[in-house]
């Protein structure tokens, strides 16, 4: 399984802006740019108690072992996790940033249900196995989900997207199956794909930068952000914008979508810019990005003394 990362999404996004600031602007710009962009995230994007990629669960459909992208443990009773906890405190379980729980649950489908099989360690030593986490609904050494409702996500396949953040990734083949107290209603299934018709990030950047230069005449600050939520198709062109704002330090935060600056930075985008582009669940995903903008289609180039 390859590790393909998308290089527009936010936490690239975020980098890439901080990079533009690094290697072409002076120092006062970087510290400004970074003032600008903190702000702009605490204003624009939720917050993630998650900032890691964690490792999935393991799901046993017929002959096949897939990743689960859910953890249906978490909703167990408190007196079955405390269990569960001091097991692990026990043992010395160990953890790292990718599995901050600490365990991997070992699941199975079948005969309509959800069942766990065991509890492991992540080097695959065992805690407990379902039976004796749940020894009062014990079916041999599993037991039934039966504390369970919700979707889960599982999947096999190469990995087509990836975003470092829980469980945000996709495969190539992917099921969500919606489950009521252990048993499971219905189940969709997914083809992912990735369509690699894209340039870089500071490309991009640049290609937007000089479009949106030809387009609009009027005054502008010397540092304008644009900040785009869009999705890319097969060919790499912009399909869907679903938010565009221009950022500009401590004055404004430009929205309108009738304002000239961001209707000429939008229509900039959408004809200058090539992104790979994720066919996920049945849609095309919806990305993030950062472009700073400049005269003469620069990218944050520092003025001459």
């Known amino acids: 399984m390859s ?8 936490a690239t996004g975020f980098a890439g802006f901080l990079v533009f600031t690094y290697l072409y602007g002076n120092p ?41 992208f859910a953890l249906p443990l978490e909703t167990a009773d408190s007196t079955v996790l405390a ?4 097991r692990l405190k026990e043992i010395d379980a160990p953890w790292s940033t990718a599995c901050w729980r600490a365990y991997i649950g070992v699941w199975r489908l079948d005969r309509g249900m959800l069942w766990l099989e065991r509890v492991e360690t992540t080097e695959g ?5 379902g039976a004796e986490l749940f020894p009062k609904s014990a079916e041999g050494t ?20 990836y975003q470092h953040d829980g469980f945000m990734r996709n495969l190539e083949q992917e099921w ?57 198709d097969s060919t790499g062109r912009v399909v869907r914008i679903d938010r565009a704002q221009l950022l ?13 600056r961001l209707r000429a930075a939008i229509q900039a985008f959408r004809s200058a810019t090539r992104w790979d582009a994720y066919w996920i ?15 003469g289609g620069e990218v944050w180039k520092p003025r001459k003394k």
């Open 3 to 10: 590790c393909c990362e998308d290089d527009v999404v936010f």
């Open 28 to 68: 006062l710009y970087m510290i400004r740019a970074f003032v600008l962009l903190f702000a702009a995230v605490s204003v624009l994007l939720p917050f993630r108690a998650s900032a890691t990629g964690q490792s999935a669960e393991m799901l046993i459909v017929g002959h096949d072992t897939m990743c689960l």
């Open 83 to 86: 269990r569960l906890g001091a």
């Open 125 to 129: 030593d065992p805690v407990f196995t």
């Open 142 to 161: 599993r037991v039934r989900a039966d504390w369970f409702s919700g979707e889960i996500r599982y999947g096999k396949g190469d990995l087509v997207y």
């Open 176 to 232: 969500v199956a919606t489950v009521s107290k252990g048993h499971v209603r219905g189940t969709k299934a997914y083809r992912n794909h990735l369509y690699k018709k894209g340039v870089g990030l500071e490309h991009n950047a640049g290609c937007v930068a000089a479009a949106f230069d030809s387009l609009y005449v009027g005054e502008l600050p010397d540092m304008l952000t644009l900040y785009m939520v869009f999705a890319a």
């Open 248 to 260: 500009i330090p401590v004055k404004e935060k430009i929205a309108d979508a009738a304002d000239p």
């Open 281 to 295: 669940k049945g849609a095309w995903k919806e990305r993030q990005c950062f472009i700073p903008l400049r005269r």
